[in-house]
């Protein structure tokens, strides 16, 4: 059902995931977070992160198992240190640019270390694996990395909820050098999805988190090359593999430009809760499929509030072939369990018009 609504083919239901539906809502994921010991040691573990991947899927038998990893393992396997540091979120070394000499030496240093990502990120490929192995044949896999974009952020800025001034700097002070890290970027993700391809993904998901924080004057430098051309190698290698973006925070305008730009190279789109849904199908759906929108608060509120939210969403995207039910951003982690089998049940039981 995923695959035929990224290749915008009817299906009579609306296929669904949702975006951290591996995560710390679920007591079953805090249990085993507990036994792994760092959030780290959980990604690196084969059994326990397949068995972490399929948690969802058992209680509320979702179509699509989103692979249980992180999009900062990619900068951990080209030499960054990383930790997962409880209530502060992901703290990883950054490169140096103070000078243009320093940032050039780090990115030699990256670079040396593209070699090395397929072998330090095998436990993923394994997971991959492991949890293709136990799927049944109706359910989707879903691989993912973060776009360079957002990798980038964490790269250089300290908080990339908050800024990304150090990442901005360095691409108008050094841009041969900020395209260099895109491009190291693009192609130790490249080996990282084709490894996770080649072991049983699905589809894959590129997570540009911070899209919002580009400027104007950087999209092409920060997203539209690098992203698109991640896109092409995949699709070169990769021809039947469905590739779905999610660019957080762009403005109407710029989604057309990339629609229209990744024309052929992506074939879903995720949308943020800002995006007017309307609007979406009405200009982007003949084009691409959609996915998500879905504010995930809501969450927080009641059932009949969540499913009214739902109902809203699925009438208005389910008109055209092409849409896949998600959030416009991760579960929060104080999602009651109840609220998500509402959520399920109703998305579940939609009929299409
Ligand atoms: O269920 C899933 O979606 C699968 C696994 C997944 C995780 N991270 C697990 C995770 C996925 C797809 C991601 C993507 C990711 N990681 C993104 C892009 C998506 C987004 O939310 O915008 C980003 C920006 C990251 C980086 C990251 N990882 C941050 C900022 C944090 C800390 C904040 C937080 O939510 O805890 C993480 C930690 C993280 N990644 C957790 C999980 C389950 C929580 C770790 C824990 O158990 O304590």
Not at 131 to 153: D, H, I, Q, R
Not at 172 to 177: M, Q, R, S
Request: hydrophobic content about 40%.
């Amino acid at each position: 059902m995923l695959i035929k609504n990224l290749r915008r083919e009817h299906t009579d239901q609306t296929p669904m995931w949702l975006m951290r539906q591996a995560g710390r809502y679920l007591p079953e994921y805090r249990e085993l977070r507990k036994k792994a010991g760092s959030f780290l040691d959980l990604c690196y573990n084969p059994e326990l992160a397949t068995e972490v991947t399929l948690q969802p899927i058992r209680r509320y038998n979702f179509d699509v198992a989103i692979l249980f990893s992180d999009i900062l393992v990619i900068p951990h396997a080209l030499g960054l240190d990383l930790k997962f540091v409880t209530g502060e979120g992901p703290v990883l070394q950054k490169l140096e640019t103070q000078s243009r000499e320093a940032f050039g030496q780090s990115l030699a240093d990256l670079e040396n270390n593209i070699q090395n990502v397929r072998t330090f990120l095998n436990p993923v490929a394994q997971t991959v694996k492991g949890v293709k192995a136990e799927l049944s044949a109706e359910k989707a896999l879903m691989g993912f990395c973060g776009a360079p974009w957002t990798v980038a952020l964490y790269m250089l800025d300290n908080k990339p909820s908050k800024a990304s001034d150090v990442t901005r700097t360095a691409a108008y002070a050094y841009p041969d050098l900020f395209d260099k890290l895109m491009d190291i970027l693009v192609e130790s993700s490249f080996e990282y999805l084709s490894s996770q391809i080649e072991n049983g993904a699905d589809a894959v998901q590129i997570f540009d988190s911070w899209a919002s924080q580009i400027p104007d004057t950087l999209f092409e430098k920060a997203l539209l090359r690098p992203t698109l051309k991640l896109c092409r190698l995949l699709k070169n290698k990769f021809p039947q593999t469905p590739i779905v973006l999610f660019p957080r925070g762009l403005s109407e305008s710029k989604l057309l430009r990339l629609t229209d730009e990744g024309a052929g190279l992506f074939d879903g789109l995720s949308l943020d809760y800002t995006v007017d849904l309307q609007w979406a199908c009405d200009n982007l759906q003949d084009k691409v499929c959609l996915q998500g929108n879905l504010d995930p608060v809501v969450m927080l509120s009641n059932p009949q509030k969540i499913k009214e939210e739902a109902e809203k969403v699925l009438k208005i995207a389910t008109q055209k072939p092409g849409y896949i039910f998600n959030f416009g951003h991760g579960i929060l982690p104080s999602v009651p369990v109840e609220h998500v089998a509402v959520l399920a049940e109703t998305v579940q039981n939609w009929q299409k018009s």
